[in-house]
């Protein structure tokens, strides 16, 4: 089983600031680590790895300095690291992000499925992931939270709700995205962080992929940010009490006329 | 300070520490509480190799020697010393039958205490040899191709929990040390069994029980080393760990540090953070200082006995004796500037006060490691006259 796990070097504080006049993140003095999410995303890669064979090949796309997220998934045991690292790739929102990712995954030739985090820590915005797949034109699920089967064809998952989970059948090649509550990330070993050390990090370059370049970075990155900002926190609902299921029914009814919404 | 560690001890010290701190650390109130055998813990230290970095590459392991063993104890030690004595406990059970054990011993037991798949523990003392170790009871009598031992062993570290015992029994009490005998045990050997598991003051994660031997039959392949050994085979064992004890009072007191210069650095009384009092400032600095000296006295001779210098045992109880007071004094001054909030569980200083208290008594109380000390500067007195 061929197994793809995309990941991003994100700065390590939650606490990120804001350049004001750019509307991007400020990285200077800011440490890096692999996005938490990702790390779920390499554990899931390693347990279908383990239990079914097969080989594990983390991408991630970034500056020279992403190779050291890589190296730390290669000392939890993915077998082979690749950094898309050129200038062309900069500036890149998640649309030129998906599709340089995913000419990537393409050049590496044959996989089955591919496993991302559900979204990372600096950008939060979730789409790289079902970007990936569309560019691939392959299904994904997202948020999902436990695998439950996998066998050459097929993939069965729970993905989360807020309310469940649903139960989802797939055919493979397929993308998903992963939560935290897939399970706790593996710690690194001794003999494996020494293995990372010494092994090659390839790195891949516009001019490996055979992408269209208008579609890379910055030129191929549509998205204008008009504004940061932190977003108004949803109020709770309204727990409707009452001592009977009658007597609740009517309280409800005197509330929604009251808020003459019948 | 810097003690030039390679590339690989570096490896092994930041693992420890991420282990320490970010699995260990968050679960060490539970464990104090509840007394139960960390197994989760000690499979994850087992998957990242830890147990393998003093075990020669031949059989698993990474080929490091006391040095790396005491990085690693040191670094757990921050986080819960019940965990790391589990931990270190398998290297006092492993390094007899490494130092002593035939071709074939280290060829059955070594590769499995390297990965952790098992545990390893080392028996010597029993209810009336505890200090006086050669006064132990505990009977091995030849019969044919095995012997069979008779006894009660107390206080073992990783009692029940370990597959591997090294277990120091006399073949004629009357002989004293010259009768002692060391041999390898496995847990399942018929007439093998554990008795009651203490509750103890502190390192209460780690499990500490008896072991009880009636009429149990051990193979003569399991005997380490010759008929007469075994009390070699002890103190030799424990002039190798003693630094591992030391490497635990070290980290035991360093996590004490850091919790006492964190919280004097953000509680405020009369409208200044605690720390700019000269009196808490002054406390701080002694226990530093006094931490990193005896970080220096266990790395050198962890270094001396890795080298292969043969006469280590007034440098190793030193580093002990040392070290552990150190460990008392610091989590006892760690209370202190913590003030109630020390006092009260939900602080994490006061377990490391308790915890620190059997650093100075097992592997040799502090009075024997001065009694050690004493005779040796003693004998090399009299050498020079």
């Known amino acids: 089983m061929n197994l793809v796990v995309l990941v991003k070097q994100v700065p390590e504080t939650t606490d990120v600031r804001i350049d004001r006049k750019t509307n991007t993140l400020i990285r200077e003095g800011v440490s890096s680590i692999v996005n938490p999410f990702d790390m779920y995303a390499v554990e899931q890669a390693l347990q279908i790895r383990d239990e079914h064979g097969g080989r594990v090949t983390c991408i991630s796309m970034g500056p020279p300095q992403a190779e050291a997220a890589l190296r730390e998934t290669l000392a939890l045991g993915a077998d082979e690291a690749i950094l898309l690292s050129d200038k062309a790739f900069a500036g890149a929102d998640t649309l030129a992000t998906s599709y340089t990712l995913a000419e990537a995954i393409l050049k590496l030739g044959e996989f089955d499925l591919v496993i991302c985090g559900k979204q990372a820590i600096d950008g939060d915005t979730a789409q790289v992931g079902p970007g990936v797949a569309e560019h691939l034109d392959i299904p994904h699920v997202t948020y999902v939270s436990k695998v439950e089967e996998i066998s050459n064809r097929h993939i069965r998952v729970r993905r989360m709700t807020e309310e469940g989970y649903d139960v989802i059948l797939s055919s493979l090649p397929a993308l998903i995205t992963v939560v935290r509550e897939i399970g706790e990330p593996r710690m690194p070993s001794i003999k494996g962080t020494l293995r990372a050390r010494k092994a090659q990090v390839i790195t891949w370059t516009a001019g490996d992929l055979e992408a269209d370049e208008l579609m890379l970075g910055l030129s191929g990155s549509p998205t204008q940010v008009a504004r940061i900002f932190s977003p108004e926190i949803r109020p709770g609902g309204e727990i409707i009490e009452g001592d009977s299921a009658h007597e609740k029914a009517r309280n409800l009814l005197a509330r929604l006329k009251e808020s003459h919404l019948l | ?385």
């Open chain 2, 1 to 385: 300070m810097n003690y030039f560690l390679t590339e690989e001890q570096e490896i092994i010290k930041e693992l420890s520490a991420k282990i320490a701190e970010e699995k260990i650390a968050p679960r060490a109130a539970e464990f104090d509480e509840s007394e139960e055998f960390p197994w989760n813990l000690i499979r994850i230290l087992a998957d990242s190799d830890l147990f393998a970095v003093w075990v020669p590459e031949e059989y698993g392991g990474l080929g490091g020697g006391v040095f790396e063993q005491c990085l690693v104890v040191e670094e757990l030690s921050r986080a819960c010393a019940g965990v790391a004595v589990s931990y270190a406990a398998s290297a006092l059970g492993g390094f007899p039958i490494l130092m002593f054990g035939t071709g074939e011993q280290k060829q059955r037991f070594m590769p499995e205490i390297a990965s952790g798949s098992k545990l390893a523990a080392f028996a010597l003392t029993e209810p009336d040899a505890g200090s006086d170790a050669g006064n132990i009871r505990t009977t091995a009598i030849r019969d044919g191709d095995h012997y069979v031992l008779n006894g009660t062993k107390q206080w073992i570290t990783n009692g029940g929990e370990a597959d591997v015992y090294v277990v120091i029994a006399t073949l004629d009490p009357e002989k004293g040390p010259r009768g002692m005998t060391a041999f390898i045990v496995e847990k399942g050997t018929s007439g093998f069994d554990f008795g009651k598991k203490e509750k103890k003051m502190g390192i209460r994660a780690s499990a500490t029980t008896e072991l009880i031997f009636k009429d149990c039959k051990v193979p003569v392949e399991n005997l380490l080393d010759k008929e007469g050994k075994g009390f070699l085979v002890a103190m030799r064992t424990l002039d190798k760990t003693r630094p591992g004890v030391a490497a635990q009072a070290v980290g035991i007191a360093q996590g004490a540090l850091d919790k006492a210069a964190e919280y004097a650095s953000t509680r405020v009384q009369f409208g200044k953070r605690i720390g700019e009092f000269q009196a808490i400032e002054h406390m701080l600095a002694d226990m530093a200082t006094q931490i990193e000296a005896a970080r220096s006295l266990v790395y050198n001779v962890a270094w001396m006995i890795d080298s292969g210098e043969r006469h280590v045992t007034k440098a190793a109880a030193m580093a002990k004796l040392f070290a552990s007071d150190v460990a008392m004094k610091v989590t006892c001054d760690a209370v202190q500037i913590f003030g109630g909030y020390g006092y009260m569980r939900d602080y994490p200083v006061e377990k490391m006060m308790r915890d620190a208290k059997i650093t100075q008594i097992y592997e040799g109380t502090n009075q024997i490691q001065r009694s050690i000390i004493g005779s040796a500067v003693i004998k090399e007195a009299l050498r020079r006259k």
